[in-house]
């Protein structure tokens, strides 16, 4: 892997892409038998995105129309999405403040004798008490976990990697995710009997799910020279945080799969970067029946640019020109609440 000025370099990797086989799967096995290892699974199944492995982790685990399943109210729309289309009964479950993902103090009261599954959204990559706890209600009730990891990959707590610990996890590769591929997923599980089913919807060739050989060859490539792209997120994410209080969890203060920051002027963040073409990701999905946290959240939260390529100079003009666009004293509510993100 070149390096320049601490920037991460691929051309090394253009050899091997350009003899990528296109019509040869053995890539995509590769890569399969590369991040299961990586993670520490028995199963891993290549998708051709994180959406379509969330679509089939849910048809494996058999939950079929009217089906009640419990989903955080406010993240990222994927798992809602795929519940839609199964025609699943959905229940919202409150966020924590503190995590941004689902409030394990409110799940237990949503849980009937109809619920059937839970799915826990890492949200920037959390993995943390909050995930152990819901895994052990889950037990309990013996109710199926999906983990939606689209963003932990590489993030350890307990000696776990994020999206081992439900009966499937998954995670993405489109977007500003740790490895990415323009389009790509995966879900990974220990049951033979789950990894035999998604196989086989893949193997019936039900919807185009199959990643491709060329993503999976630069998947393969990037999961080689992991450590050396979590050092370049390591340092995006330093630098953002020697000039805003930008989000990171008590149990994960090395994540790096998102640069997330609260403010009650993110939309005048956003249309302000909009002009100048600096691509943000500004609000989720609507939270459901008035829960307090995700509606806070939701008018507040917004994710800034954290490419490879960005130099000290980009992000610091980043900075700048939001702690403009913040020079109104903050509220005493997102004082308090920016004082918890960063103990």
């Known amino acids: 892997m070149l ?107 949503l849980i009937t004798s109809n619920t059937k599954a839970v799915a826990f959204i890492d949200h920037l990559g959390y993995i943390g008490n909050d995930l152990f706890k819901v895994r052990e209600i889950c037990d309990r009730y013996n109710l199926l ?59 019936m060739g039900i919807g185009n799910y199959v990643l491709s050989p060329l993503s999976a060859t630069l998947l393969s490539l990037q999961l080689r020279d992991i450590n050396i792209i979590l050092e370049n997120r390591n340092r995006i994410q330093q630098l953002y945080r020697n000039n805003l209080n930008i989000v990171y969890h008590e149990n994960n203060n090395d994540s790096v799969h998102a640069v997330a920051y609260i403010t009650d002027k993110a939309d005048l963040i956003y249309n302000t970067f909009k002009l100048k073409n600096i691509e943000t990701r500004y609000k989720m999905y609507p939270s459901q029946n008035n829960m307090s946290n995700s509606d806070y959240i939701f008018e507040r939260y917004i994710e800034l640019p954290q490419s490879y390529d960005l130099t000290k100079e980009d992000i610091d003009n980043i900075c700048s020109d939001i702690i403009k666009l913040e020079s109104k004293k903050s509220t005493d509510k997102l004082s308090s609440l920016m004082s918890r993100f960063n103990k």
Do not use: H
């Open 3 to 109: 390096r320049d000025n601490g920037l991460l370099l691929i051309p090394e990797w253009l050899d091997e892409i350009k003899n990528t086989n296109i019509i040869d799967d053995s890539n995509i096995g590769k890569f399969e038998s590369m991040l299961s290892d990586y993670v520490g699974v028995k199963y891993c199944v290549a998708t051709c995105n994180g959406t379509t492995a969330i679509l089939m982790s849910l048809m494996a685990m058999g939950l079929t129309e009217g089906d009640e399943i419990i989903i955080p109210s406010y993240s990222y729309p994927s798992v809602k999405v795929c519940c839609q289309q199964l025609k699943l009964n959905i229940k919202y479950c409150d966020i924590n403040i503190n995590t941004l993902c689902m409030d394990t103090n409110k799940l237990e009261g």
């Open 145 to 203: 976990l999906l983990e939606d990891s689209a963003q932990g990959l590489s993030q350890i707590y307990n000696n776990k990697m994020a999206g081992t610990i439900g009966n499937i996890g998954i995670y993405s590769f489109s977007g500003a995710k740790l490895l990415r591929s323009g389009e790509g997923g995966c879900l990974v599980t220990n049951s033979r009997y789950y990894y035999d089913k998604i196989k086989s919807y893949i193997n």
